[in-house]
């Protein structure tokens, strides 16, 4: 059967594609945000995962404001990143797991989940970056992958305690799946930050430590935090700890945190690392 590894942790911030391209990473700037990803990576080639299912959101690249769908599952079988802009060059086409996606789709369907399937869907910077941060130098060939797409642009968006429901019946779904993988999920995004209006450049590092504390202890008091509770507290693109709270439904409830960091700034924004096995 199919068992879950463990989860991760991300900033999927577009800045940090243009650093990689550019090769800033020891740059005062840029260093210990990059460094602090060195002992994940060491897990993840210890563990050497079969399948990675990401949850992100997407910016307007595959689903923009005309079409906004609040759970969309990727069942291709390889996925292309076309959201390079800031002049980056192009980057290896990621491989899917269709095979397994298929499975928690209908498992998802069966469970009540209205999610919307794409066999052919562009992946943008909430994907690739984490990506690129995991396996440096673009050596995820060996890795398979699965996006899941959450809403968190385009009101009315899912509940944090929906997107929790949500990861866990796809971690049920893939303990069911009948064939030996290996899984690590990883939930991108966030911190605080805000992007536009008077609040522009907005970061609450308390709110952001609570988070990281509660997604391991308590994740069922997130919860009973609304969209509206995440934008005012961690500003407009706060409703990303979603992606989080999708994570971490699918793990165990009880976990080891094997690694934690936490960053700011970093493009505006408050950048959280955790390895949770």
Known sequence: MAQVLGGITTSHIPAIG??????????????????????VREWLNEQQPDVAIIFYNDHGLEFFIDRKPTFAIGVAEEYHNA??????KPIPTIRGE?????????????????????????????????????????QYDHIKVIPVCINVEQHPMPSPKRCYDLGKAMGDAIRNFDKDLKVVVLGTGGLSHQLDGERAGFINKEFDLY????????PEALTKLTV?????QAGSQGPELNMWLGM????????????SNYHIPISNTGAGLLLLE
């Open 98 to 138: 269709a095979e397994l996606a298929w499975h928690i789709c209908n498992e998802l369907v069966d469970q009540e989940f209205d999610i919307t399937i794409c066999q052919e869907m562009k992946v943008d910077h909430g994907l690739t970056v984490p990506m690129q941060l995991m396996w440096p130098g673009y």
């Open 18 to 39: 243009k650093a990689i391209d550019e090769g800033l990473q020891d740059t005062p700037y840029w260093k210990s945000f990059f460094d602090a990803y060195q002992p």
């Open 83 to 88: 959201d390079e802009g800031w002049g980056i």
């Open 211 to 218: 988070c990281m504390d509660k997604i391991v202890n308590e």
């Open 228 to 232: 509206r509770d995440l934008v005012e």
């Open 248 to 259: 971490r439904g699918v793990l165990n409830p009880q976990l080891t945190v094997k690694h």
